[in-house]
């Protein structure tokens, strides 16, 4: 059974790059130029109207600039990959790219076994960035690991978690045994597990220490988070 071959609109608003990405992509073999679009607009109603399964995008065009072109294909059709063929590789064109729901993202330069290596996998629902792209997405992400905070006091439970939200807002047993439909005896372990667990000894120094960690700061009444 032959393969269907993939559909492929380029935007991008210089004839002469358009020209030879076909050509580039002609010697895939299964790939086909479904249309072409010179503005940002005209790609958007084209992606629309053809419904390709790739979509090679330039970021600088004219009337609609590629990043929300990008976001209003994607937005209409998920299932079309946009993979971002441009000049620009500083950090804030890449990650906007990616929020727009980009797949992939090359810098024009990029040598023509790389860009149809780029088509296929993104095609195929893999993520694709040039080498030096990819180093930086991966240390972004390696740095948003590492800096993000863990929870304040980690050694609670869930549930110690909800009646410490609930004693920092100053309610008392009754009323956190209504909210959690528990039995005040089960409250008053919890309370008294959060107290060995926070190295405080009554209620007061309990209250004190979960709201200096944010807690007991949302609208009294409301449920716990």
Same mark, same amino acid.
């Not at 032959?2 to 299964?30: C, K, S, Y």
């Not at 109207?49 to 994607?74: C, F, K, N, S, Y």
């Not at 948003?144 to 609670?156: D, G, I, N, V, Y």
């Given at each position: 059974?032959?393969?269907?071959?993939?559909?492929?609109?380029?935007?991008?608003?210089?004839?002469?790059?358009?020209?030879?990405?076909?050509?580039?992509?002609?010697?895939?073999?299964?790939?086909?130029?479904?249309?072409?679009?010179?503005?940002?607009?005209?790609?958007?109603?084209?992606?629309?109207?053809?419904?390709?399964?790739?979509?090679?995008?330039?970021?600088?065009?004219?009337?609609?600039?590629?990043?929300?072109?990008?976001?209003?294909?994607?937005?209409?059709?998920?299932?079309?990959?946009?993979?971002?063929?441009?000049?620009?590789?500083?950090?804030?064109?890449?990650?906007?790219?990616?929020?727009?729901?980009?797949?992939?993202?090359?810098?024009?330069?990029?040598?023509?076994?790389?860009?149809? =290596? @780029?088509?296929?996998? $993104?095609?195929?629902?893999? &993520?694709? #960035? +040039?080498?030096? %792209?990819?180093?930086?997405?991966?240390?972004?992400?390696?740095?948003?690991?590492?800096?993000?905070?863990?929870?304040?006091?980690?050694?609670?439970?869930?549930?110690?978690?909800?009646?410490?939200?609930?004693?920092?807002?100053?309610?008392?047993?009754?009323?956190?045994?209504?909210?959690?439909?528990?039995?005040?005896?089960?409250?008053?372990?919890?309370?008294?597990?959060?107290?060995?667990?926070?190295?405080?000894?009554? =209620? @007061?120094?309990?209250? $004190?220490?979960?709201?200096? &960690?944010? #807690? +007991?700061?949302? %609208?009294?009444?409301?449920?716990?988070?």
């Amino acid at each position: 059974m032959t393969e269907e071959p993939l559909r492929v609109l380029i935007a991008d608003d210089h004839p002469v790059f358009r020209d030879g990405l076909r050509g580039v992509l002609a010697t895939m073999g299964t790939a086909e130029v479904v249309a072409e679009a010179a503005t940002g607009t005209d790609a958007v109603q084209a992606a629309a109207d053809l419904q390709p399964d790739v979509v090679v995008m330039d970021l600088h065009m004219p009337e609609l600039g590629g990043i929300e072109a990008t976001r209003r294909i994607v937005g209409a059709s998920p299932h079309i990959a946009v993979l971002v063929l441009t000049m620009s590789d500083d950090d804030d064109s890449v990650f906007a790219a990616m929020q727009a729901g980009a797949r992939g993202y090359l810098v024009k330069g990029a040598g023509p076994t790389d860009i149809v =290596r @780029a088509v296929r996998s $993104v095609a195929s629902g893999d &993520a694709i #960035f +040039g080498p030096g %792209i990819a180093e930086r997405v991966l240390r972004f992400f390696a740095a948003a690991r590492s800096s993000a905070q863990p929870p304040a006091f980690p050694a609670l439970t869930d549930r110690e978690r909800e009646v410490l939200e609930l004693v920092a807002r100053g309610e008392g047993n009754a009323t956190i045994a209504h909210k959690l439909a528990v039995s005040q005896k089960t409250v008053r372990n919890h309370v008294s597990n959060i107290f060995l667990k926070l190295q405080v000894a009554d =209620r @007061a120094q309990a209250i $004190v220490r979960a709201r200096q &960690a944010g #807690f +007991g700061q949302s %609208i009294p009444g409301s449920d716990p988070p």
